[in-house]
C-alpha cells in the first residue's frame, strides 16, 4: 500500500542544524542532471545506479527539488527496469520509492505497474488518486540484502497503458534491533501505517535516525500533551522521541476505540507495533493500566503504561478490511487509557531466490556483452514473468537457470569461461550474433542437451569437454572462424547432431 504525501510537505519541516549523521545508504533523485538537498538531506544522480530509461522534468511549479525531475521507460520490450544499489550482504534496509506524475508524458492520468524489490514484486504502483489530489504517492518496504547488490525494479502489468517512472529512490542501512522479530530470510516488511496520534506534524529525518516517515493521526477523540521525554534508545524500533508528544485518550473508566488505519486493510498476516506513554508529570502515581484489544482480540492484558513508555507488538496478527482498537482500563484506574503512536507493516513473503552461483555466471556474462538486452539486470529468474529476455528458470524456492535463448537477437562480444558454472543449464542458444573469442570449456554443463553457436565469429577450436557431456544430443556451430580437429569424442559420436559446416577451418572433416 502506498503512503499520500502532499507534494510540497518538506517545506513546512524548519532547516534545523544539527549533528545527526545522515542516514547510511543512498537518496537518489532520479532522472536529475545535478544533486539536490532538502532540509539537510542530499540527493544524488542515478546515472551510476541505472542504465536503461530517459530522465524529463516535470512543469509543475513550485516542487520540491527531488520531484521536479524523474526517469521514465518507454521500452515496452524489457520485462524489468531495475535500480542496482550496492549494499552489505546481510544488512536491514529501508527502501523507499516517491513517484509524482507531473504528465510529464502529456497525459492526464499515471500509468499503473509493478514494483519490485530483489526477486519479490513488492506492490502495484497506482497513483491516480494521489495525483488527483495533487500528492505524491510514497511507498516503503523493509528487507534484508541476500547479496552485495539490492535490485529496485519497475515492471509493467495488465494495467499498465503508459511509460513506468520513479521519482526517488531511497535505500537506508538499519540497526539489527530494528524489527528484529521478524524472520528476513523469509519475509519483508511493507509498510501500511505509521502514524503518531493526537499531533498535527509530520515526522522524518533527523527526529527519526531512518527518516521513517510518520504521519499525525487524529479522530472525535481527546487529545493530550505529554509532560516529559521519553528516551527510545531501548526500543527496539528505535522510534522518534517525538512520536510520544501527544496522545489520543479518553475519560476515566471508558474504553479508548479507534479506527485504525484509517483505510480498510487487505486480507493478510500483519506486524503492528504500538506505543503508549503516560502523559502526566512524571512521579510514582504516573502510570495507567488497560487491556488492549484489535478487532476484539485480545492483543495484551494490563499494559502498565508509564512516563517512560513503552512499546508493544505482535510479529503475525491477521488483519482484513476496517481495523478497530480498543484499550480497555482497569478497575480502579484514575485516569483513561491512551496511545501515542503505532505501525502496521505487512508481512510479504519472499518469492524465493536465485542460486547466488548462477547470478554471478549471468551477471559476468551480462558485462562480456558489449549490448546485453535492456532489462539484463536485477534478479535473472524473480519474479517469474519478469526474468531477463531470453532466460528460461526452474520454479521453487532456489531458481536454476536452465535456458538461454538469444537467437539473433544482435549480440557482440564474447562468453566468459565462468559460464561452464551454469550447472542446470540445459538449452544454450546463442546463434545468429556476432559473437567472437574462443568457445569456452564447458565440462561442468552435464544437464546441457543442446548447444546453439552457429552464425557468429567465434575463432579457435571446439572445446575437448563438450565431447565429455552425457546428455548433450545437438550442436551447431556451422557459419563461424573456428579451426583445428573435430574431437574424436563428437565425431564418433552418432547419437548427437553436429553441425560443423559451412563456415570454419578443419583440418579434417567429419
Known sequence: ????????????????????????????????????????????????????GKKTAIKTPNALPELATLRYFPDKSARKYCYVIPVIKGGKYL??????????????????????????KWSTVNTTED???????????????????????????????????????????????????????????????????????????PDDEFDRFWQPFADENPVVTSKSKVDTSDFWNVPPANAFNSAITTSRGKTLKLQWPPVPLPSSIYYISLYFQDT?????????????????????????????????????????????????????IPVGPLINAGEVLQILPLAGRTLT?????????????NNPPSDWSGDPCLPQQHSWTGVTCSQGKLARVISLNLTNAGLSGSLPPSITNLTAVQNLWLGGNELSGTIPEMESLKALQTLHLENNKF???????????PNLREILLQNNKLNGSIPDALQNNNGINLQVSPGNDWSESR
Request: proline residues 5%.
Open 95 to 120: 527502501v523507499k520509492t516517491t513517484y509524482f506524475y507531473g504528465g510529464f508524458d502529456g497525459g492526464k492520468e499515471p500509468p499503473v505497474f509493478d514494483q519490485i524489490v530483489d526477486g519479490t
Open 280 to 332: 502526566r508529570s512524571p512521579s510514582p502515581y504516573s502510570w495507567r493500566v488497560f487491556d488492549v484489544s484489535i478487532n476484539g482480540k485480545k492483543f495484551y492484558s494490563e499494559l502498565n503504561v508509564t512516563a517512560s513508555g513503552v512499546t508493544v507488538y505482535a510479529t503475525q496478527w491477521p488483519l482484513s478490511g476496517q481495523t478497530e482498537i480498543s484499550l480497555t482500563p482497569g478497575d480502579g
Open 1 to 52: 500500500m502506498c503512503l499520500s504525501i502532499f507534494l510540497l510537505w518538506l517545506v513546512s519541516i524548519p532547516l534545523f542544524a544539527h549533528s545527526s549523521p545522515a542516514p547510511r545508504g543512498f537518496l537518489i533523485d532520479c532522472g536529475a542532471s545535478e544533486e539536490s538537498t532538502s532540509g539537510s538531506l542530499k540527493y544524488i544522480l542515478d546515472d551510476g545506479f541505472i542504465s536503461v
Open 131 to 205: 495525483y488527483a489530489n495533487g500528492l505524491s504517492s510514497y511507498y516503503e518496504i523493509f528487507v534484508a540484502a541476500m547479496g552485495k547488490t539490492l535490485s529496485i525494479c519497475l515492471a509493467r502489468n495488465e494495467r499498465t497503458v503508459s511509460d513506468p517512472f520513479i521519482s526517488v529512490l531511497e535505500v537506508e542501512y538499519l540497526e539489527d534491533s530494528v524489527y528484529n522479530t521478524n524472520d528476513f530470510k523469509k519475509h519483508a516488511l511493507s509498510t501500511v501505517a505509521r502514524h503518531t496520534f493526537g499531533d498535527s506534524k509530520d515526522i522524518r529525518y
Open 459 to 469: 575463432e579457435g577450436s571446439i572445446p575437448e569437454s563438450l565431447g565429455q557431456l
Open 357 to 369: 552461483r548462477d547470478v554471478v555466471v549471468m551477471e559476468e556474462l551480462a558485462r562480456s556483452l
